[in-house]
């Protein structure tokens, strides 16, 4: 390879390197967003309503026992909770005396994340100020740190189990059966690798099923155990990756042992109905068997969300296989270049030469994948730098750039060396010092992919957008967590006739009360001729108007119940008609954000 060339590969390989860790290696994607509730955030019906809708952009689950209907005092209300499509209905258990009521949900979304948040409504009459109301809401909890430290452990731990097992198979198919000559020791070593591997995912995977439920109901580790959270658990869509996943993996460690065999009687120690069937039959199973592992990874997840589904859902899959088809290939050839494998120079010298081969291609399919994901789902460098899953992603960035600057040494260094002092025969030193050299960068690539794996167990517990979290809840501080301190937002308009001030407290995510008041240009109270009218929207993603029923306080005072159900830019539009020709709006801009 000429110079030019080389420094080609080397800079497409880092290129690769980093959208490997700007697009995710696993799905992870935005929550769903509320549209709209019935009856709407502070109305006021004549008749209690035999049902209460929460809509979304997508279709959801009902958190179990995290979705309560309360009165003005907090007190819950008898209700059932189901989930249709795009919507969630609680329907109460007796009709609904008059007073003021409060809806406090919970909800997943198609990306396993999920969102929480309130609103309110009055039958006949409310039953106090808005204040009140305010102070009845109760945010369903956030899950404990130990369950969020928990669910990265699986998700990680059954990452590598998945990534290891199928990515050995194609390993030892297409690198390392490829070498000439038989190599018991290292086979021996690769299937208990791969056996160790099933096992520590087949554990996450199994364990993951309570404790991503426990995660998403914002419960407790105590809670991982309670029949209910494993009821709610085996009903969800992580169970059903789960068990796609577990059945692939199966098929293909036990078909793996017979599909790499050299002869007939090495079929004798395959277990099962494997025995008899031919090499290439079983080779076959145990190709299928790693896709359908690999394929259940995006089952659930960020994926699903993003369009056009059949480009991103394809970009995902040939991502994740080549991140797999990576890590094991690299473990596998850090086990093929120890002294004890049993394979002699010329050999070891093949398997690299192959695996470096095979290596480049996969940076291609890296790169192009990755730009594909990159493009769909993170977006825009604010998502990069403004959110915990952005700073989690630069982190992986970091490892995955040192992983690409070893491999490019190997490549171009440590490998013509190895391969040249064994077809030619060169200094017995000179080799054997580059193949201890290659054994050791070799093995801290492996060590760093790991590294990296640890980092993708965290980023699934987050969200890519700028300032997310979850919708009717506290934000979190960026710096760690901190619930953010909402500072009151207000306007003021001057008019012919006086003067219109809007307030909203506190000016944070949730339920905030509008306060509205009027004075003529003498200072006096003034009563418009109609009662205000009151816009909430949101810039992006566009959402509203919602219209928040308005209620007298006093002489010229009103007030609002507004529900701010999740960060951005919110603009709350008061509408005043103060005479026959006078409409003046004020706008009070609201930021909310971590």
């Known amino acids: 390879m000429r110079p030019s060339r080389r420094w ?94 409060v809806v406090a949900w919970r909800v997943v979304s198609l990306d396993s994340h999920p969102i929480s948040g309130a609103f309110s409504f009055s039958v006949g009459a409310p039953s106090g100020t808005p204040a009140d109301v305010t102070a009845a809401v109760t945010a369903p909890a956030e899950p404990g740190t130990a369950v969020t430290v928990a669910r990265a452990v699986t998700q990680a731990t059954g990452y590598a189990g998945t990534f290891l097992v199928a990515g050995l198979v194609v390993f030892e198919l297409f690198v390392l059966h490829a070498t000439p000559g038989a190599v018991p020791v290292l086979r021996r070593r690769i299937r208990r690798l791969r056996l160790l591997a099933l096992l520590a995912a087949a554990v996450a995977l199994v364990a993951g099923v309570p404790v991503t439920a426990a995660w998403q109901a914002g419960a407790g580790l105590a809670d991982v155990l309670a029949p209910g959270t494993w009821a709610a658990g085996l009903a969800s869509d992580t169970a059903l990756a789960g068990g796609l996943n577990l059945a692939g993996l199966l098929l293909a460690a036990l078909a793996a042992p017979r599909a790499s065999s050299d002869g007939p009687a090495a079929g004798a120690r395959t277990p099962g109905p494997l025995r008899r069937i031919t090499p290439a039959a079983a080779a076959g199973l145990a190709l299928g068997g790693s896709a359908l592992a690999l394929g259940a990874l995006v089952v659930t997840g960020h994926t699903r969300t993003f369009g056009p589904w059949w480009l991103v859902l394809a970009s995902d899959l040939t991502h994740v296989t080549a991140g797999a088809v990576w890590l094991a290939g690299v473990t596998g050839l850090a086990l093929a270049l120890t002294p004890s494998s049993g394979l002699d120079p010329r050999r070891a010298a093949v398997t690299v030469t192959r695996f470096s081969a095979l290596g480049a291609w996969l940076a291609l ?90 980092v993708t167990g965290v980023l699934v517990s987050n969200s890519p957008v700028p300032a997310a979290t979850d919708a009717g809840g506290q934000a979190a501080a960026a710096s760690g967590g901190a619930p953010a301190a909402p500072e009151p937002a207000q306007a003021t308009q001057e008019t012919g006739d006086g003067t219109i001030t809007a307030r909203v407290t506190p000016g944070g995510l949730g339920v905030n009360a509008l306060e509205i008041e009027i004075v003529g240009t003498d200072g006096e109270p003034l009563e418009p001729v109609e009662p205000p009218a009151v816009a909430v929207t949101l810039a992006d993603p566009a959402i509203g108007p919602f219209t928040p029923a308005v209620n007298p306080t006093g002489p010229g005072t009103y007030e609002a119940v507004v529900d701010l159900t999740m960060p951005g830019s919110w603009t709350v539009a008061v509408s005043v008609r103060t005479s026959k020709y006078e409409n003046p709006v004020v706008d009070v801009p609201v930021e909310v954000t971590q």
Do not use: M
């Open 8 to 101: 080609v590969a080397v800079l497409g390989s880092a290129v690769a390197g980093i959208l490997l860790v700007l697009l995710p290696s696993v799905p992870a994607t935005a929550h769903a967003v509320l549209t709209g509730t019935d009856p709407a955030d502070g109305t006021v019906l004549q008749e209690a309503p035999a049902r209460l809708t929460i809509s979304f952009n997508e279709p959801v689950q009902a958190v179990a026992d995290a979705t309560t209907l309360l009165t003005a005092q907090g007190d819950p209300v008898a209700a059932t909770v189901k989930a249709v499509d795009d919507d969630v209905v609680v329907t109460p258990a007796q009709p609904l005396a008059d007073g003021t009521y």
């Open 365 to 454: 399919v890296v790169a192009l994948t990755g730009l594909t994901l990159g493009w769909r789902i993170l977006g825009t460098l604010e998502a990069l730098l403004g959110t915990d899953y952005g700073r989690s992603l630069l982190v992986k960035a970091g490892l995955v750039l040192c992983v690409v600057a070893l491999a490019a040494w190997n490549r171009y260094r440590l490998v013509p060396a190895v391969t040249a002092g064994a077809t030619t025969g060169g200094t017995a030193g000179g080799t054997a010092g580059a193949a201890r050299a290659l054994r050791r960068t070799v093995l801290a690539e492996a060590v760093l992919l790991g590294a990296v794996l640890a």
